[in-house]
């Protein structure tokens, strides 16, 4: 989690893929979840963040700002963002950004739940033999 250019870059296609309802995974910095709450398609976002105490220190506030520049209603559950993948209509789109290394591996259980939804977008996702 870091505001550089190749961060931001990075999220740039998770972003473009962002339409209708978006669950996001991980609040991080703010960034994704502002960019595709500025997104005139996006109807409404749902966060999932597993961390209660950073939601608390400024992940509150900071969805509350959104909202008010941009509209677009945004849902906070505090649990385990994997509980959630696919649980929130066909048409929901995931934008995940929550590995804690890169590239990514997916686990058999997250790419059977991954394979399980139509619209994943997985920042640094590889995939193990």
Known sequence: MAYTPAE???QR???RRATGTVLIAGLGLGWLIRKVAEKKSVKKIILVEKS???MQWYGCRLVDEIFRETGTPIEIIVDDAWNHLGKHG?????LFDIWSSYPVFLSQEQRKLVRGVRYFWGWGVGVDS
């Open 90 to 94: 066909s048409d929901t789109r995931y």
């Open 13 to 15: 296609q998770g972003v």
């Open 8 to 10: 931001v870059f990075t």
């Open 52 to 54: 209660e105490g950073l």
